[in-house]
């Protein structure tokens, strides 16, 4: 009977250490990661949540990068387009010098020369890229909208008619537009909005000395102009939309990030705790054990 007795109270001493062990063990575990959750059947009620608030901020991080992108896109389009406004002030300024009645058609000549330069350089912003895309090509964002040739009439020439459907979407999934394409912005079919007819009939009214074409041009370039300073506006909302579409973005990923720390992360304080509490009472069970006689089954084991 006596053996019995010893042979249980040594199983149940074991498995007293083993308890405490694993329970230091576990602490340890937490400690180095910082988490409390390790495997799933450390809290199964909780993952659910942890793995729905991981879809969520990786989602959200998704939205960023994607959001980024298109700002840098933006941002390049609204750059280009202001300097697209600048050369149409260049062209107002060499067409309100041809349209005076004292300029002879020899100068005329001289600003219709200069003209088509300018002509080509709105050709050249209509197939701005950024990193290898159109940026204003549209849904054909991998073809140069325009090609230019002053041996046609005109001598611009679209490429691609495509209409730009992409828009940006905000973390919450809604939706903005973020882009116009080349023929919308620089050849828009209504003549009032035209700015490459413009500034083409303007050109051919210098090289014909034609004054009242000239004047006529001078007219189409104020209503293009003020074409082009709403298609500024346009950009400056995306851009507006964008910003405040990543502010948003960044609050969720913070939220979601420090929802998932309340999820996962170990308590430190109260991880040391139970080490050290486990750590104590395995010292006080060994110094216990030390003292009792010796003779059972326990000697066995060391």
């Known amino acids: 009977m006596d053996l019995l007795v010893s042979n249980s109270k040594d199983a149940l001493f074991?498995?007293?250490?083993?308890?405490?062990?694993?329970?230091?063990?576990?602490?340890?575990?937490?400690?180095?990661?910082?988490?409390?959750i390790l495997n799933a059947s450390d809290d199964p009620t909780s993952v659910p949540a942890i793995v729905q608030n991981q879809a969520d901020l990786a989602r959200v991080e998704q939205s960023q990068s994607n959001l980024n992108t298109l700002n840098s896109e933006v941002g390049m389009a609204s750059g280009d387009l202001e300097n697209a406004a600048a050369i149409m002030d260049n062209i107002s300024s060499l067409a309100a010098q041809g349209a005076t009645g004292t300029t002879s058609a020899q100068t005329r000549q001289v600003l219709a020369g200069q003209i088509q330069d300018l002509e080509?350089?709105?050709?050249?912003?209509?197939?701005?890229?950024?990193?290898?895309?159109?940026?204003?090509?549209?849904?054909?964002?991998?073809?140069?909208?325009?090609?230019?040739?002053?041996?046609?009439?005109?001598?611009?020439?679209?490429?691609?008619?495509?209409?730009?459907?992409?828009?940006?979407?905000?973390?919450?999934?809604?939706?903005f537009s973020i882009a116009m394409t080349a023929t919308d912005i620089f050849n828009n079919a209504d003549p009032t909005q035209?700015?490459?007819?413009?500034?083409?009939?303007?050109?051919?009214?210098?090289?014909?000395?034609?004054?009242?074409?000239?004047?006529?041009?001078?007219?189409?370039?104020?209503?293009?102009?003020?074409?082009?300073?709403?298609?500024?506006?346009?950009y400056g909302n995306a851009e507006r939309s964008i910003t405040s579409a990543l502010s948003a973005a960044s609050t969720m990923q913070l939220n979601l990030q420090t929802n998932q720390s309340q999820l996962t992360d170990a308590d430190?304080?109260?991880?040391?705790?139970t080490e050290q509490t486990a750590q104590t009472q395995q010292q006080a069970m060994l110094e216990m054990r030390a003292q009792l006689p010796r003779g059972s089954l326990f000697d066995m084991l060391g």
Request: hydrophobic letters at 35%.
């Open 194 to 234: 035209n700015i490459l007819q413009s500034i083409e009939n303007l050109r051919q009214g210098l090289l014909t000395n034609n004054s009242p074409a000239i004047t006529n041009a001078v007219n189409q370039l104020s209503t293009a102009d003020q074409h082009l300073n709403n298609v500024q506006a346009f």
């Open 268 to 273: 430190q304080a109260q991880v040391i705790t």
């Open 120 to 175: 080509t350089q709105i050709v050249g912003i209509a197939n701005s890229t950024n990193e290898g895309r159109y940026l204003f090509g549209g849904d054909s964002d991998a073809t140069a909208p325009y090609s230019i040739n002053y041996a046609n009439t005109p001598p611009f020439t679209a490429n691609t008619t495509a209409p730009a459907t992409r828009l940006g979407i905000d973390a919450m999934g809604n939706t």
């Open 14 to 36: 074991i498995n007293q250490l083993n308890v405490l062990n694993a329970a230091m063990s576990r602490a340890q575990q937490e400690l180095a990661s910082g988490k409390r």
